[in-house]
């Protein structure tokens, strides 16, 4: 099972640094509509589910959404993206298997999938081909 979980996890990693790596640096700033996130904001929100899920579900240590201030530029935002994946792989790592640890090693994939499918909405606005999906 933790194999599995993190192969799973290591796929959405990937998936998740292209489709960040997509959007040209000078255009983090972009939104879509007036009342959505930027790019960044969005990227930096699925670094922070990441580690909010984490805590909460899987170490099962109850933390408030508390995000911190959002990443300034690309660069910081794919290394605070690149921090909450291994924040989240070393949980994984350590796992015991607990029905419950299992569901929000899940949850939290199914947060970064909800969020990475908005992200490359953004990208094809801006008329970018998103990375293709592996899996």
Not at 13 to 36: F, G, L
Not at 106 to 132: F, N, S, V, W
Request: aromatic residues 12%; charged residues 20%; neutral net charge.
């Amino acid at each position: 099972m933790r194999a599995q979980l993190l192969t799973t996890l290591e796929n959405a990693r990937n998936y998740t640094i292209s489709v960040a790596t997509a959007m040209p640096a000078n255009s983090y700033d972009y939104k879509p509509d007036t009342a959505i996130w930027t790019f960044n904001e969005l990227m930096h929100h699925i670094g922070y589910g990441i580690i909010w899920w984490n805590e909460n579900y899987i170490l099962q240590t109850p933390s408030d959404w508390n995000p911190p201030a959002i990443t300034p530029n690309a660069k910081a935002t794919k290394e605070y993206l690149n921090k909450s994946f291994d924040i989240l792989k070393q949980s994984i790592e350590a796992i015991t298997p607990d029905e419950k640890k299992i569901h929000g090693v899940y949850a939290a994939l199914d947060h970064i999938t909800h969020h990475r499918g908005q992200a490359t909405t953004y990208l094809r606005c801006k008329g970018i081909t998103p990375p293709e999906y592996t899996y």
